[in-house]
């Protein structure tokens, strides 16, 4: 009996450590943007069904980006305590295990996003994946600006979807791209912020490694969620949604515009933290609003 539950744990275990590989809280984010893309972008009724299909693609894309990201930086990510638990760094599976992993569920959501929703959009998955890997990864020990790199393809799902309803990329595709574009500055900022001796150690250079005052960095923050206050409001202004996400986009996004002012004011790790969380709240709000209050097309 004992042999038969040390083999139940260690199969759980592994099945968490390979669970652990895709990242679910970044899958999340990318379940939901894609789904109000989708949503967003539909004509009449919304085809459930394919709706789900499409989000199911995308995420396996995503899940196995984050994966080969586990496998290129294992070896940075023994150096930061933040991530010195994964499951590479820590043993718990093995490099050729997380690169095949990825491969095959990288490979799997290309092709099932082409057969549900078309080429163009299995082309942005493909290129989310591949500009993530091969661009904002390296980047990040060479250069600060890496952030702004990364930012391009996690602002890409929401396209994603509104290509599979629509079949072409419309303005309220890209919309939605400078939505998720500037809300990652202030959301990454402040975990970089927070960890940012972490970062040193790995050899990473995110802006609060070099900007040790923090004066470059809240001043990117700030800026960056002036600017999604106004970009924010442009669905309503362009007829995709009503008054009342208008209403309701100006008051969280500058709610936001407050949490970084308060939190630039005094720049501890706590208030980078409550920043943070602050972003996490933003997002799912701001499209919740946009979602309820869809103008029909």
């Not at 009996?1 to 083999?7: A, G, I, K, P, Y």
């Not at 919304?46 to 294992?74: C, K, M, P, S």
């Not at 900007?211 to 960095?217: A, F, K, L, P, V």
């Not at 100006?250 to 969380?277: D, E, F, G, P, Y």
């Amino acid at each position: 009996m004992s042999t038969v539950r040390t083999t139940e744990i260690t199969l759980a275990s592994r099945a968490n450590a390979y669970v652990a590989l895709t990242k679910p809280d970044v899958s999340f984010l990318v379940l939901m943007t894609t789904a109000a893309g989708y949503y967003m972008g539909a004509r009449g009724a919304v085809d459930w069904l394919h709706l789900i299909q499409t989000v199911f693609a995308t995420l396996l894309i995503a899940a196995g980006t984050a994966t080969l990201n586990h496998y290129i930086e294992r070896d940075s990510d023994r150096f930061m305590r933040r991530t010195a638990a994964r499951p590479l760094p820590s043993g718990q599976l093995q490099p050729r295990e997380a690169l095949w992993f990825g491969v095959i569920l990288s490979v799997a959501g290309a092709l099932d996003l082409y057969f549900t929703a078309g080429i163009l959009a299995s082309v942005l998955g493909i290129l989310t994946s591949l500009s993530y890997l091969l661009a904002y990864t390296p980047l990040k020990k060479r250069t600060v600006w890496a952030t702004a790199v990364g930012a391009f393809p996690g602002a890409i799902p929401p396209m994603i979807g509104w290509v599979a309803a629509t079949g072409a990329l419309g303005r309220g595709a890209w919309l939605l791209f400078a939505i998720l574009f500037l809300w990652q500055f202030p959301h990454f900022y402040a975990i970089a912020w927070m960890y940012r001796e972490d970062y040193a150690r790995a050899g990473i250079l995110m802006l609060p490694v070099v900007d040790r005052e923090g004066t470059r960095t809240f001043r990117q923050i700030i800026l960056t969620a002036i600017a999604l206050v106004g970009v924010s409001l442009l669905p309503a202004v362009m007829g995709l949604a009503g008054v009342r996400y208008f209403f309701g986009a100006l008051v969280v996004s500058t709610a936001l515009v407050q949490v970084c002012l308060w939190a630039s004011n005094s720049r501890t790790n706590a208030r980078a933290k409550w920043l943070m969380h602050a972003t996490v709240l933003h997002i799912p709000v701001l499209l919740g609003l946009m979602v309820f209050d869809k103008i029909p097309r």
